[in-house]
């Protein structure tokens, strides 16, 4: 028997749930619902449910989904109405449920239509609009690489390099999320699929950055080119969208380093 591929799970899952009253649509989201999905991509679902179905749908969730294919893997987020779920073949699946009242911000660009009882689609905006980034946006970002960063002189004097791996991590991932802001795009896709966040250049920019290991020389190394990456291109984006840049952080933080682990080059 061939293996269940994304298409055949998506149309079983659509044939249990036909006839479910509850769901009064049942909608593709994701790099599906977007019309960019891979063979590495996961089956993002998003269900519109009549008032007071969402616990009694969101309950029974894996037992629909045992009916087509073993579940392996399950679980419901804490603070969102969000399962996840993953098949003995690790095929991937997630399902938001929400009341069929709550469309705001659901465009027809990102979602396609499986089920659908009320006309709830055509009734969606055509597109997803590009919203300018807001500086507090930016803000966050830019603080806590600062903050991160800052953490090394205590990491050095306490001589733990494998715990600074991760702050460098960290760091890594925050320059990450500036390049993904500065292209400035309304539909940011999906999070295990950079190539499509950013363009060539910004991922070259990632790619040729050192690594850190779990020793001094390396994780200095890495930090100074991470800072070196990041601050010009966080400062000239803050100038382009108007938030004030934390002067008073960044030099303590400067400060601090070249005081506390002077060999390091600290000159961004």
Known sequence: MPALDQQDYIAQITARLADDQRIRALLLSGSFGRGTADAYSDV?????????SQEAVMSGWRETLETI????????LPFAPVLN??????????????????????TQDRYKVLIDRD????????????????????AGIVSEFIRILGLLHVADGRREYELATTGTGMMRGLLTNLLI??????????????????????????????VAAPD??????????LAKAFFPRAKAFAQRIGM??????????????TADVPDGDWNW
């Not at 294919?69 to 419901?76: H, K, L, M, Q, S």
């Open 69 to 76: 294919a073993p579940i392996v893997y399950f679980n419901r």
């Open 181 to 210: 802001l500065e292209m400035e795009r309304g539909d940011q896709g999906g999070m295990l699929h950079l190539s499509r966040k950013i363009d060539a250049a910004r991922m070259q920019l990632l790619l040729d950055l050192p």
């Open 244 to 257: 004030p840049w934390p002067e008073d952080f960044e030099a303590a933080t400067r400060a601090k380093l």
């Open 85 to 106: 779920a993953i098949t003995g073949a690790w095929l991937r699946c997630d399902l938001q449920v929400q009341p069929a009242t709550e469309t705001r911000g659901l």
């Open 44 to 52: 993002d679902l998003l269900a519109l449910v009549a008032p007071d």
């Open 216 to 225: 001094r020389a390396t994780i200095l190394v890495a930090n100074a080119a």
């Open 119 to 138: 006309g709830i689609y055509p009734a969606l905006p055509a597109t997803t609009p590009i919203m300018p980034t807001e500086p507090r946006q930016l």
